[in-house]
């Protein structure tokens, strides 16, 4: 009768040569002495498996797509998925994705059996076997074989042909570090899910485009253009408000000693169209100094001005650089131009309102 159960979750061997079982121990006790029995969780080992031979069709795929000179920077073999680092200067293509994909998937379909044998090291070598740059082996090795398409040294558990992947699916591919690529894939079941996932997105994306899955492309490609055409319209749009609002703000300026100063706070006004707005209101008050302010998103745009007979006196980045400090940024320009941004909306009525004193402490 069984007094406990143990669940390993770890196992690393000793500098001794003895394997250490990490875990937890989930009922009873156990004692020094005590006998015990050890099963294997099949269907986890099996994912696994898949994963793990899996990559070693990957491997020996990027080397085909990429180049020789790949090589392994670290692996991650798990039930659910694998991780793949390895040596490259650029990020992959997604034609070269679809072409290391389909050599993985070729060799699945061929179904080789998956050799292991016991040899030499220089043996091995001599076989073309790889082997992990910096690694140590022992004089006796396990090399594997899928075929002629992969030769590895590896000591780790396999499928017994490579049929039983069933699937392989690139999912993700990333640069981790300098000259270091990251791939995860899937396999299996999980490869199966992935796409069937997927296809559940496009089916939902065509329900919400009231499109059939053949003219999904089309009807995107025509709600990017149709897209594209109401954004040139609404810019149009917005200049022709920018320039109705510049006639009233004209109204609006102060005439102080021989020009004019215009502070503006614009209500919902696009951040960007400020500068347009800027150009038009100099060409109307001809000798001016302004400035001009909006809020959007939480944040405080700025945009400053002088008419280029005032930059001997007045300079348009000392002017938004004095306002943007007090709504918390910072920014400068030209002395005819320039613009800035600041985190603190709350602060923007008191920034405005000493504009003027500022411009009084220049002259």
């Known amino acids: 009768?069984?007094?406990?159960?143990?669940?390993?979750?770890?196992?690393?061997?000793?500098?001794?040569?003895?394997?250490?079982?990490?875990?937890?121990?989930?009922?009873?006790?156990?004692?020094?002495?005590?006998?015990?029995?050890?099963?294997?969780?099949?269907?986890?080992?099996?994912?696994?498996?898949?994963?793990?031979?899996?990559?070693?069709?990957?491997?020996?795929?990027?080397?085909?797509?990429?180049?020789?000179?790949?090589?392994?920077?670290?692996?991650?073999?798990?039930?659910?998925?694998?991780?793949?680092?390895?040596?490259?200067?650029?990020?992959?293509?997604?034609?070269?994705?679809?072409?290391?994909?389909?050599?993985v998937n070729r060799e699945i379909r061929a179904n080789h059996t998956v050799e292991t044998r016991i040899m030499s090291l220089e043996d091995a070598k001599r076989s073309g076997a790889m082997a992990l740059f910096g690694e140590k082996y022992a004089n006796q090795v396990r090399v594997l074989r899928i075929g002629d398409f992969s030769v590895e040294l590896c000591g780790g558990t396999h499928v017994r042909a490579a049929g039983d992947i069933g699937l392989f699916k690139i999912v993700s591919e990333q640069g981790v570090a300098s000259g270091v690529r990251r791939i995860e894939a899937v396999t299996g079941e999980q490869a199966y899910d992935w796409l069937a996932s997927d296809e559940e997105r496009m089916i939902r994306i065509a329900d919400l485009l009231k499109s059939g899955r053949d003219d999904l492309e089309h009807k995107v490609a025509q709600l990017v253009e149709r897209n594209r055409r109401l954004e040139r319209e609404l810019d149009q749009l917005k200049g022709k408000l920018a320039s109705s609002q510049g006639s009233d703000l004209v109204s609006q300026a102060l005439q102080l000693d021989g020009f004019k100063l215009l502070v503006a706070h614009l209500e919902g006004a696009d951040p960007k169209g400020l500068r347009e707005l800027l150009d038009q209101l100099k060409n109307k008050l001809g000798s001016a100094v302004i400035l001009l302010a909006t809020v959007s998103g939480g944040k405080v745009s700025l945009a400053a001005g002088v008419t280029q007979d005032l930059t001997q006196r007045f300079s348009a980045g000392n002017l938004v650089r004095h306002v943007a400090e007090q709504v918390g940024?910072?920014?400068?320009?030209?002395?005819?131009?320039?613009?800035?941004?600041?985190?603190?909306?709350?602060?923007?009525?008191?920034?405005?309102?000493?504009?003027?004193?500022?411009?009084?402490?220049?002259t």
């Open 329 to 362: 940024g910072k920014g400068g320009g030209r002395a005819d131009m320039a613009q800035a941004g600041g985190s603190d909306p709350a602060g923007l009525p008191a920034a405005l309102a000493s504009v003027e004193p500022w411009i009084g402490q220049q």
């Open 1 to 103: 009768m069984e007094a406990g159960l143990f669940q390993v979750r770890e196992t690393r061997k000793q500098s001794s040569g003895v394997f250490m079982h990490l875990g937890i121990n989930q009922r009873g006790e156990l004692h020094v002495g005590d006998p015990v029995r050890a099963r294997v969780d099949g269907a986890r080992r099996q994912s696994t498996a898949l994963n793990h031979s899996a990559t070693h069709l990957m491997h020996a795929a990027l080397r085909n797509v990429l180049g020789e000179h790949v090589q392994q920077k670290g692996s991650l073999v798990s039930v659910d998925r694998l991780r793949f680092d390895f040596s490259h200067y650029e990020p992959l293509s997604h034609q070269q994705l679809q072409e290391i994909e389909r050599l």
